[in-house]
């Protein structure tokens, strides 16, 4: 599950490691293109989303706006958070079509309960698993993540996270975690005896369990790898979830955790979205980050 050379997590926080010349890599590099966009539409094919029925989506790590360019292409409506100013200054650049917000995922998804039908995540969660200063406790940072993601999704809705785990300790980390705020669910890994092309897929339920998609095999022979995980598993007692019925979309104001992120666009959707702090401007009738105040 380790990978042999440095792991981009051991170097530093990622909002450093991922400056202009990182971003730079996911707008030129065609070959970091390619592999984003499989991995986003794998990822959404996870998600098991009605067909022909246009979503609100999360992408989570959203960087240069990659996934959320397959998102779009696929008639849904999304918001990207990402920690990385460089990597949002990328996906403006582009013109990518959903919203973008700079924040830190381990402190929280500051929007109201209910709010999207469906998350989605590409290289982001195994961060959360290293602390980069002494007040960063892995378990807690996820945990956070893990309930206000929960909050944030319309009950029943799934969220479909790819990650790199470094080994299986910071995998079962994750998962228990997980757990705790209240998902069921389980890890589908595609091509588990590729050493290039095995990709693991945490993929989360926030209702009642469900089946587990099936991974994907490069030949019928090969064993598939599919690990589902229960409330009851972790030693959490399963509860019984309400419904509860989605308001509209928008950040949680009144909330200390707002002046952590930063609008950085409102799509035709408009969603109630409310800018704290510096680093936004406004453009008539959009915001755009740009780390310059208002």
Not at 64 to 91: F, N
Not at 162 to 167: D, G, I, K, R, T
Request: aromatic content about 8%; proline content about 6%; glycine content about 10%.
């Amino acid at each position: 599950m380790a990978c042999g050379r440095k792991r981009p997590e051991h170097g530093g926080p990622p909002e450093l490691y991922y400056d202009k010349n990182e971003a730079q890599k996911y707008v030129r590099n065609s070959r970091m293109i390619d592999v984003q966009t499989k991995m986003t539409g794998r990822a959404l094919e996870l998600l098991c989303l009605p067909e022909g029925q246009p979503c609100y989506l999360l992408d989570i790590g959203c960087g240069s706006g990659l996934s959320g360019d397959y998102l779009s292409d696929e008639g849904h409506y999304w918001v990207g958070i990402d920690i990385s100013p460089a990597m949002l200054d990328a996906a403006l650049d582009r013109e990518t079509e959903g919203d973008l917000l700079l924040g830190d995922m381990g402190q929280g998804i500051p929007f109201k309960p209910g709010t999207f039908d469906g998350c989605i995540s590409i290289s982001a969660v195994q961060w959360l698993c290293n602390a980069n200063k002494k007040s960063d406790i892995p378990a807690k940072r996820l945990y956070c993540f893990f309930s206000s993601l929960y909050s944030v999704l319309v009950r029943g809705a799934r969220a479909v996270l790819q990650l790199y785990p470094e080994n299986s300790e910071q995998l079962e980390l994750i998962t228990v975690q997980a757990t705790k705020a209240g998902f069921t669910g389980g890890v589908v890994v595609d091509f588990p005896n590729s050493a290039k092309a095995k990709k693991f897929y945490l993929c989360l339920f926030s209702g009642p369990a469900t089946f587990l998609p099936k991974a994907l095999t490069e030949a019928t022979d090969e064993e598939a790898t599919e690990s589902a995980f229960t409330r009851e598993s972790c030693g959490v007692s399963a509860l019984a979830l309400p419904d509860v019925a989605a308001p509209c979309p928008g950040l949680v104001s009144g909330s200390s955790r707002v002046s952590l992120v930063h609008i950085c666009r409102r799509t035709s959707m408009d969603p109630v979205l409310r800018c704290s702090g510096n680093g936004c401007y406004s453009n008539g009738s959009s915001a755009a980050w740009r780390g310059a105040g208002w």
